[in-house]
């Protein structure tokens, strides 16, 4: 069966930089772009970044733009998520996502859009 496993969230102070991965198991990894959501306690799940499945197209929440970069190792079949200069809204579980269908920076911002999700992984930021 297809599982997507996050790895790397943490407990960390304001400004310090994390790298969350996200290793994918039982699916054709290549064939999918992959999203990064996130969401707080009470709030609704938001998009952070995705990745086309070559790599060759990236999109961002503006929140996290200039700060997040999203990567992917096809070979590896991991997407990545190198967070810099963190910040304590930056605080959620965060959740990775295989997307199945045409590129659409309109369609990959939206939960309901994506066939495959992880269990998620904490980041909590201090100030």
């Known amino acids: 069966q297809v599982q997507l496993v996050e790895s790397g969230g943490g407990l960390v102070q304001a400004g310090v930089s994390l790298r969350l991965s996200c290793a994918a198991s039982?699916?054709?990894?290549?064939?999918?772009?992959m999203g990064w959501f996130r969401q707080a306690p009470g709030k609704e799940r938001d998009f952070v970044a995705a990745?086309?499945?070559?790599?060759?197209?990236?999109f961002y929440a503006d929140s996290v733009k200039g700060r997040f970069t999203i990567s992917r190792d096809n070979a590896k079949n991991t997407v990545y998520l190198q967070m810099n200069s963190l910040m304590p809204e930056d605080t959620a579980v965060y959740y990775c996502?295989?997307?199945?269908?045409?590129?659409?920076?309109?369609?990959?911002?939206?939960?309901?859009?994506?066939?495959?999700w992880g269990q998620g992984t904490q980041v909590t930021v201090s100030s």
């Open positions: 996502a295989a997307y199945s269908k045409a590129w659409s920076t309109t369609r990959i911002t939206k939960p309901y859009e994506y066939t495959y």
């Open positions: 039982g699916l054709s990894f290549s064939n999918y772009d």
């Open positions: 990745i086309s499945w070559i790599g060759g197209n990236t």
